[in-house]
């Protein structure tokens, strides 16, 4: 049986999740479901009922950077995982996204100011800024596993003011986030499915070409 993926597309996490099914080609069960209507199978499988979570032979992978390894271990036609900085992920989903998260909602946040929280993350960006200095992507000369692990964060972040992130000193990081946003993996991911319900015809994804 295709493993299952419960996925909500403007989701990051499961925006990562679909990026590495889609370069690995391997075929799988699409589920998109609202974050306000829930699904009652993904709470079945998954109580934290929080995406993405995939179903492979009856075990449930619940984080989705696990999802990116597990389908990339089957197939990684591109050698994402040769070029890959697992410190530089580990930061995005740590101390960036908390940062993220308290200037993108700063309201649910008590005592959080999200200016401060701003620059914060920004130092994050810099890190980054300063890599693609000297190289085209993260990974280097292609892109691998350590772009597309932290990319959709990034999107989040730019997209709260996106005036005010392009005014900001990193052209290359600009740069590599907007050649993202024009390419057609990212069009792939982000086409919009209706909301998945028991009864529906099975969505393939990647779509078979």
Known sequence: MR??????????????ARL???VSG????????????????????????????MIVDGDVIEESYDIMLWTLSKNDPETWLKRHD???????????????????????????????QRSIASGYLMK???ILSTQTYLS????????????TFVRQFANVDRKWFDA????????????????????DIMYKYPKWV????????????
């Open 20 to 22: 590495a099914i889609a």
């Open 168 to 187: 900001e000193p990193w052209p290359n990081l600009i740069n590599w986030l907007d050649d993202f946003l024009n390419s057609p993996a990212f069009a």
């Open 128 to 130: 980054l800024e300063d």
């Open 198 to 209: 028991a009864e529906a015809p099975v969505t393939l994804f990647p779509e078979p070409k």
């Open 3 to 16: 493993p299952i993926l419960y996925s909500f597309r403007r989701c990051p996490y499961a925006m990562r």
């Open 86 to 116: 697992e410190a530089l992920v580990a930061e995005c989903d740590g101390s960036f996204k908390s940062a993220l998260d308290r200037y993108k909602y700063g309201n649910r946040f008590e005592d959080s100011d999200a200016i401060e």
């Open 140 to 151: 280097g000369e292609k892109p691998g596993m350590t772009d597309m692990s932290v990319i």
């Open 26 to 53: 391997i075929e799988v069960e699409l589920r998109e479901i609202l974050l306000r209507d829930k699904a009652p199978e993904l709470l079945a499988a998954s109580p934290k009922a929080t995406v993405p979570v």
